[in-house]
C-alpha cells in the first residue's frame, strides 16, 4: 500500500500495516522453493555442498578433466544413485524423469564442468540409448552408461551443422551382406564436433547419421558406436579402426571437459546397434518405422531428448542465484563514500545498486517457478502419465521458450554482479568471473537461443493460424475476427484506449499506479503483448505462405525479428503466470506480501523495458506508463530490508557460495577500520583535517 | 534513399542512385580511422600483430606472468621507443601524450594482459612520477621506471575502498627529527589492492597515503616507495623491512599479470620522495601547496592520472572491433538451415544475425571517433598547448563518460559476438572468450562505470545550475526561462507536440522515416534528451540543498538512477556528435553515403532504445516512433553488401584476429560439402530421400 506525501504525490512508505505484516520466512519459503521432490533435491543440494565435488580452481585443465570423471565415478559408486534417477527400475534407476532434472539442476552449484560431463553421460549418451532403443537395447546397453564402464559421448552435432540437426552430412549405410551399417564423414564439415567426453574418455558415442538403405535416405537415426577400446584398468585406449577425432583443445569455459571431434571412415557396426525404436532395418535392409511421416518420425526423436533443454532452464536459473547471493551478501556489508561527517552508506542502500540487483532477484524466482511448471510437464510426458503429443509439442515449446530465455538471464545477471562487486568480483577467489565463463556454453548448447526463439515463435503463430481457421469456420465467426482486429486497430492507431485511460487516471498518479499493482492488469498486459505481437507477425507472414521462394524468403526476413521478439515476450508471460501462481501457495501473510512486491517488480520490469511498445499499441496512456519506473523505483526500496531473506531463501549455505566476499569478512574488515578511527577520535591523537582546519580559520 | 513500393509503404531498396554510388573505400577509409597519429598508430599495430606479444593461451598463469614481463623488455630493448612517448624528451620520451594513448590501445590486440601490465608501469606508476612529481624528481626517478630496471606498482586502491580514493585510510606521517615520511597501513582494509605488479615484479611503488605533518591530515598525496630488494640479475627479490603483501591470486582474466597487495609497517621514506608538485613538506615539517583548497588539490592531482581512462576507451573500443571482425568474417563464411532444395543461407543474410551484430558495428565507429576526439582534448590539455581549468573539467568529464560506455559496450559486443559464432565461438582458437574474460575488468577499473556516470552526471547537474544562475540574473532573464519551462511541460503534459508531428505526417510513413534520416532531426532528438533529463534530475535535485541530511539522501536516492541515465545519454550524443564531424570528413561520395548510414543506425537504434522516453516526453509522434524499427531494419539491409569491407577497414588482419574460424576455413569446408553433394547428385549414386519418395508415390 502506498501512502500519500503533502505534496500528493504516491511516496515509498508502505503503510503501517505492511510495513508490520511484511516479512519473510525464510524457512517456509526454501522449503516451498524445493518443489515437488523436496528431499531428492535436498540430497542432491547437500552433495553440491560436497567438497569433493568442487571445481577447483588450481587444476590444470587436463588434471580438470581427470578429476571430473573421478568425481562422476564417486558419484555412482556409493549407495546414492541420483545420477540413474530417470533411468528405468529394472536397471537399478528411479524412474523418475521429474526428479532427475531437478537434482541434475542442483549439480550446477557443485561445478558446472562436472554438471555438464554427467549431462553428457548421463542425459545425453545415456538418455539416446534409453528413449531411442528398444527394452533389449536398454538392458544390453544402458548399464555400462550409468556405470561408467563405458563412458559415451553424444555424436550428434557436426562442424558444419550447428543447431540444424535435419542438415547434418554423417551416413550409416546398410549393408544386407554383413547385416551391418557402415558409418562414414563424407567430408570435413560432417565431422562431429564439441562432443563432451569424445577427446580423451569415451569408448563409445550415440551417433546420428543418415540412414541409407536400398538406396533410400530415410533421415536421420541414431547408432551406438564403440569408438576407443577399453583398456584393462577401464580407461580409454586408442581409437578403434576407421575411428578418429581430435581435442577441441581450450575453451572460454567448462574446462574439465574433453570436448573433441570424432570422425568414421567405413566404421561397421551390428544392424542391432541402430537404436530401433522409432526406426529399424530388417536383414534385408527393409526399412519400417513405427512413424510415417520422415518430418514426424525426425522431430518425435528429436523431442524425446528435450530433456538437456529442461536441465539447462532450472541451471541457469541456479547460477544467477548463485551470482545475486553473492553480491547481495557484499553489498549488504560493503561501504563506499559518505559525505564529511556522514557514516559510509552500504552499497545496498544505493538506488543504483538496488536497480542492479532486485529486478534480477525478480527475475530468479520467476526463473525458478516457470522451471519448476517445465519440471512438471517434463514428468507429467516422460512418466508416461500425461504423454499426449499436444503435451508433447507444449513441453518443446516450453523448454525452448525458458531455456533461451534463462541462459541469457544467467549470464546477463553473473554479469551485472561480477560488476557490482566492483574488482573484488574480478577475482577468481569470490566465485562469480569462474562461474560466467563455465555458463556461457549454455546460452548455445542445447540449441543456439536465437534459434529456439525462432522456433517458439513459429508455434505460437501456427497455433495462432489454428484460432483463427477455428474462428473463421463459420460466416458469424470470421465477422466476429474480421470486427474484433478492425476495431483493435482503430484502437491503436488514434490512441483511443489511451485516451480514456488518461481520462479515468486524470490528475491522480496514485490511481495509475494502483492499476499497475493490480496482478489481472498485469496479466493482461503481458498476454495482450504475445497475442498482439503473433497476431501482427503472422498476418504480416500470410502472404508467404502463396509467394514465390524470393519473396516468401524476403517476408520471413522482414519478420524474423518480431518472431524473436515475440518468443521472449512469451517466455515473460509464462514466468509471470508461474510466479502468480506460486504466490498462491504461499500461506505466511508477511511471505505472501513480500513475494507479491518481488512478483510485481518481475512483472513491472518487463513492462518498463517494453514500454515504447505498450505506448504505441495503445495499451497504455501516458499517464499509467509515466508512474511506471517510480512505482518500480519504491517497489525496490520496499524491499531493501528483505534482500537477505530474499537470496538465503534459495538454499545455498557458504558451502555452495564459496567466495570470500560473501562470508562476513567485508563486514569485519569495515567493523575493524570503523573501530580504529573510533579509538583516534577518543584518543585525541587523531590528526585535524586541512579542511576544517581552514574552515575554523575563515 | 528509400524508394516507394506498390503498397505505398516504404522500402529498403536503395535508389538506383544510391545502389549504384554506395561503396566503401576501404584503405581510404582506413587511413581515416588511423587519426591524427597515423605513422605511430601504423607502427603500434604493426607490433601488435608481431607473434613474439601475442597472448599465449597454453601457458600457466605463473608462465604467462613471467612471459608479459619479458615481451615489456622487448618493447623498449629495441630502437622503438613507442612505449615512452609520453616522456619528456629530455629523458629519451617523445613530449606526445595523446600520440602515447592512440599506441597504447593498439596493444589490446596483442594481448590485453601485456597491455595493462604495460599501462600499469608506464600509464600509472611512471605517469604518477611523471604528473605528480618535480622536475628534479622526474629526472631521478622516471628513468629506472622506462627502462624497467624499476617495475613499479600504482599503489592507489585500498580493499576498503575501491573508486573512492579520497577516503583510503594508509597514512604517511611526517617526522622531522629524520626528516622522513613514515608509511603505515592502520587496518586490513586499508590494504593496498589489485595492484598490477605487486604480487612479483614490482621493487617500487607510487603510494598514496594521507599526508600527516605537525598534526594535520593535509589529505591523499603519492610517495615513490621502495617495496622489495633489487636482485643482482635484475629481479625483484624480497620484500623491503615494513613492507608485506600477498598475491591475489587467479582472476578472471588478464592472468598475465602479478596483481597483489601491499600493506605498510613504520615503512620509511625520505621527504624528497614526496612527489611534491602539488604539496611539499619543509624540513620542519611545514606543509605548503601552489592550491589551496584541498579539494581542488586533490582533484588536481587525480585528474592528472585520467589518461587511464583514456586509454582504456580507445582500448575497449577495439576489443569490441576484433570480436566483430570475427564475427562478421564468419558468418559471411558460415550457413545454416535451408529449405528442401533451397540452398542453405550464409547466417549474415539473417535478419537476427544482422539486428545482432550491424548496430554493434555502427556504435563501434561511433566510440572510435568519439575516442579520437577524447584524444585530442587530451592532447591539448596534457601537451599544454590548451591547458586550462575548463578544458581539464571538459576531459575529466568526457573521459568518465565514455570510459563508463565503452568498457560496458565491449563487454556486450564480445558476448554477442561469441555467441553469434555458436559453439565455435566458445572455443578458445576462436579467441573471443578469451578476449572478453581479459575485458571484463576494464568495467572496473580506473573508476567503476556507476562511479563515473554519476561523476558525468553530477557535472552536467552543474553546468545546468551555472546556466539558469546566468539566465536569471535579470528579471528578464528569469521571465523567459520560467516561461520556457512552462511551455514545454504544457506541451508534454497534453502530448500537443507530438499531435503536431502526427498531423505533419499524417498518412505518409514516408515523411516520418524521412525526418528520422535527417541528421539535425537525429542531434536535436539525442541532444534534446540530454538537456530535459539534465533539467529535470536538477530541478528534482534542487530541493536536497536546503534540506536535512536524511531528506536531502532521500531526494539523491530518488534521483541516482536517473543521473546515470543522463550519463549515458550524453555518450551517446557525444559519440553521435563525434561520428557525424567525421563523416564531414570523408572525401569519397561512396563511402560517404555507407558511413551515414552507419551513423543513422547508430543515432536511430539509440533513439529506438529510449522510444518511450520520446512517446512520453511528446519528443516523436506515435507515427514516427512506428517508423523508427523498420526503418533501422531497412539500414541494416541496405549495409549488408557492405558488412565485410566495414569490419575491414579497422584494419585489423589475420596476425590481430588470430581466430580461426575468421581465416576462411569455414568457406572452404562449405565449399568442400557442397561439392560432395553435387558430385554424389552427378553420379546418380544418391540415395533418393524417403521425404520425396512418398511424395512420388501419392
Same mark, same amino acid.
Request: negative net charge; aromatic residues 6%; glycine residues 8%.
Given at each position: ?17 505492511? +510495513? ?46 581427470? *578429476? ?13 544413485? !541420483? ?32 554438471? !555438464? ?65 557402415? !558409418? ?65 583443445? %581450450? ?23 541402430? %537404436? ?77 545498486? *538496488? ?76 566465485? !562469480? ?25 513459429? *508455434? ?52 495509475? +499506479? ?30 508467404? %505462405? ?68 505498450? %505506448? ?45 566476499? +560473501? ?36
Amino acid at each position: 500500500m502506498t501512502t500519500t506525501s503533502p505534496d500528493g504525490t504516491a511516496t515509498s512508505v508502505p503503510s503501517a500495516d505492511d +510495513a508490520a505484516t511484511a516479512h519473510v520466512d525464510v524457512p517456509a519459503l526454501s522449503e516451498l522453493l524445493l518443489g515437488r521432490w523436496p528431499e531428492l533435491r535436498r540430497t542432491a543440494r547437500a552433495r553440491a555442498g560436497e567438497a569433493q565435488y568442487h571445481k577447483d580452481e588450481s587444476l590444470t585443465p587436463a588434471e580438470h578433466r581427470e *578429476r571430473t570423471l573421478e568425481q562422476m565415478r564417486q558419484m555412482v559408486a556409493g549407495d546414492d544413485k !541420483i545420477a540413474w534417477l530417470a533411468y528405468p527400475e529394472r536397471l537399478g534407476g528411479g524412474d523418475q524423469p521429474g526428479a532427475n532434472l531437478a537434482c541434475f539442476s542442483e549439480l550446477v552449484a557443485a561445478d558446472p564442468s562436472l554438471q !555438464i560431463k554427467s549431462g553428457v553421460q548421463w542425459g545425453l549418451f545415456g538418455a539416446a540409448i534409453l528413449h531411442l532403443g528398444t527394452p533389449e537395447q536398454q538392458d544390453r546397453l544402458l548399464p555400462g552408461a550409468m556405470d561408467l564402464t563405458v563412458p559415451g559421448a553424444f555424436a550428434m552435432t557436426e562442424t558444419g551443422h550447428g543447431s540444424d540437426v535435419q542438415s547434418i552430412g554423417t551416413t550409416a549405410t546398410y549393408d544386407p551382406d554383413t547385416e551391418e551399417f557402415v !558409418i562414414d564423414t563424407p567430408f570435413r564439415g560432417a565431422w562431429k564436433d564439441y562432443l563432451g567426453n569424445a577427446a580423451q574418455h569415451a569408448t563409445a558415442a550415440t551417433v546420428f547419421a543418415r540412414l541409407v538403405t536400398n538406396g533410400v535416405d530415410h533421415g536421420v537415426h541414431c547408432f551406438y558406436v564403440p569408438i576407443r577400446e577399453t583398456l584393462p584398468d577401464g580407461t580409454a585406449g586408442d581409437f578403434l579402426p576407421g575411428v578418429g577425432g581430435e581435442d577441441d583443445g %581450450l575453451k572460454g569455459g567448462l574446462r574439465g571437459i574433453d570436448n573433441g571431434r570424432l570422425h568414421f571412415t567405413g566404421v561397421r557396426v551390428p544392424r542391432a546397434d541402430l %537404436l530401433a525404436r522409432y526406426g529399424s532395418v530388417a536383414a534385408d535392409g527393409t526399412y519400417s518405422s513405427p512413424i510415417e511421416s520422415p518430418g514426424r518420425r525426425f522431430f518425435t526423436m528429436l523431442g524425446s531428448l528435450v530433456q538437456g533443454r529442461v536441465s539447462l532452464d532450472g541451471s541457469a536459473v541456479n547460477s544467477a542465484k548463485i551470482g545475486l547471493a553473492i553480491a547481495v551478501r557484499y553489498a549488504a556489508e560493503r561501504r563506499q563514500f559518505g559525505g564529511p561527517g556522514v557514516d559510509e552508506m552500504v552499497v545496498l542502500d544505493y538506488a543504483t545498486h *538496488r536497480r542492479r540487483l532486485f529486478p534480477r532477484i525478480a527475475e530468479a524466482y520467476a526463473g525458478h517457478f516457470a522451471n519448476e511448471r517445465l519440471l512438471d510437464l517434463f514428468d507429467d510426458v516422460f512418466s508416461g502419465e500425461q504423454d499426449t503429443p499436444e503435451r508433447r509439442e507444449d513441453l518443446e515449446t516450453t523448454a525452448a521458450a525458458l531455456k533461451s530465455t534463462s541462459t541469457a538471464f544467467a549470464l546477463d545477471t553473473l554479469q551485472e554482479c561480477r560488476e557490482a562487486c566492483g574488482g573484488a568480483g574480478f577475482l577468481t577467489e569470490n566465485r !562469480i568471473t569462474s562461474l560466467r565463463a563455465d555458463m556461457d556454453v549454455y546460452a548455445t548448447f542445447e540449441g543456439d537461443n536465437t534459434v529456439l526463439q525462432q522456433l517458439v515463435a513459429r *508455434r505460437l503463430v501456427a497455433d495462432y493460424g489454428r484460432e483463427v481457421k477455428g474462428a473463421t469456420r463459420t460466416p458469424a465467426g470470421m465477422a466476429r475476427f474480421v470486427v474484433e482486429r478492425a476495431t483493435d486497430a482503430a484502437l491503436h492507431r488514434t490512441g483511443l484506449r489511451r485516451v480514456t485511460q488518461a481520462i479515468a487516471d486524470v490528475g491522480d498518479p496514485r490511481r495509475a +499506479a494502483g492499476h499497475l499493482r493490480d496482478a489481472e492488469t498485469q496479466r493482461e498486459l503481458l498476454a495482450d503483448r504475445v497475442a498482439t505481437m503473433v497476431e501482427e507477425v503472422a498476418t504480416a507472414m500470410r502472404p508467404a %505462405l502463396k509467394a514465390e521462394p524470393a519473396v516468401a524468403a524476403r517476408i520471413l526476413d522482414e519478420n524474423q525479428v518480431a518472431l524473436v521478439e515475440a518468443a521472449k515476450a512469451h517466455a515473460d508471460l509464462l514466468r509471470w503466470e508461474a510466479f502468480t501462481d506460486a504466490i498462491a501457495e504461499i500461506e505466511d501473510t508477511g511471505t505472501r506480501l513480500v513475494m507479491t512486491w518481488v512478483r510485481d517488480v518481475y512483472g513491472l520490469t518487463v513492462i518498463e523495458r517494453n514500454l515504447a511498445w505498450y %505506448l504505441l499499441h495503445g495499451r497504455l496512456s501516458d499517464q499509467r506508463a509515466r508512474t511506471v519506473t517510480g512505482y518500480v523505483d519504491r517497489l525496490l526500496r520496499r524491499l531493501r530490508p528483505h534482500a537477505l531473506d530474499l537470496v538465503d531463501a534459495w538454499g545455498y549455505g557458504p558451502e555452495h557460495l564459496r567466495a570470500k566476499i +560473501a562470508t562476513g569478512a567485508e563486514a569485519e574488515r569495515q567493523d575493524e577500520a570503523r573501530a580504529y578511527y573510533a579509538a583516534l577520535r577518543a584518543s585525541g591523537d587523531a590528526p585535524v583535517s586541512e579542511k576544517s582546519l581552514r574552515a575554523s580559520r575563515r
